[in-house]
């Protein structure tokens, strides 16, 4: 079967590093993603990785490890406005998006 | 980046009537659109994806008769959540992928939050 593992709650403070790890296992493989999603809205894309390694982008970057069903997400220079859910999804076959529920986190001032 | 987007935000309705949520892609032409509920706390669950000019494939489970979804145009898919029941209030919400974009990646709509009384 598909499945995705999350912590389900992080706790960081503001200014800290963070780091939220998501193992999976889909039927093939086209890439993961990793969206952002506030209390009440909809899910905002953050990263894709397709190949192994780390993909840094500002102060959020991701890493991908293929062989491993591995992916995480890192957080430096937390902000309160980073107080969201993330979700880590990666992409099947069939180019359909598998969702978890994913890794509310929490930043403390 | 491309832009979809969804209307009503809010919808609060008596249990028994349709309730339509419309879904436009703004600067590009979707030929599929995804739509999405997801209760407090749970996953994003896919509930069908819809088919410009064609009838939509349906996620196991989700009632074709109870949730009309109707794609006619390349930028507008509209879901109807027909005689709704208060365990039809959630969040919906529709994606798109932009068409030759080399990542899978999906934009979405703000949402629709359905609230049956």
């Known amino acids: 079967g598909q499945n995705i593992d999350q912590p389900t709650e992080m706790t960081a403070t503001e200014g800290a590093i963070v780091q939220i790890n998501c193992t999976y296992q889909t039927s093939g493989f086209n890439g993961l993603f990793w969206y952002q999603q506030h209390a009440g809205e909809a899910p905002t894309f953050l990263s894709y990785n397709v190949l192994d390694g780390l993909e840094e982008k500002g102060r959020f970057s991701s890493f991908l490890s293929r062989s491993k069903g591995y992916s995480y997400l890192l957080l430096k220079e937390l902000q309160m406005k980073d107080s969201a859910s993330y979700l880590c999804?990666?992409?099947?076959?069939?180019?359909?998006?598998?969702w978890g529920a994913g890794t509310k986190l929490i930043i403390k001032p | 980046g491309a832009v979809v987007s969804q209307h009503p935000s809010w919808v609060i309705c008596k249990s028994g009537t349709s309730v339509k949520i419309e879904c436009r892609s703004l600067?590009?032409?979707?030929?599929?659109m995804f739509w999405y509920r997801q209760f407090p706390k749970q996953s994003l669950m896919l509930m069908a994806t819809s088919n410009e000019g064609s009838k939509a494939t349906y996620e196991q489970g989700v009632e074709k008769d109870k949730f009309l979804i109707n794609h006619a145009s390349l930028t507008l898919s509209t879901l109807t959540v027909t005689s709704a029941h208060p365990e039809d209030s959630s969040f919906y919400i529709c994606?798109?992928?932009?068409?030759?974009?080399?990542?899978?990646?999906?934009?979405f709509g703000e949402g629709s939050r359905l609230t049956v009384l």
């Open positions: 994606s798109a992928r932009v068409p030759g974009q080399d990542t899978g990646e999906l934009f």
């Open positions: 999804a990666p992409m099947d076959s069939n180019y359909q998006l598998i």
């Open positions: 600067d590009f032409q979707a030929t599929t």
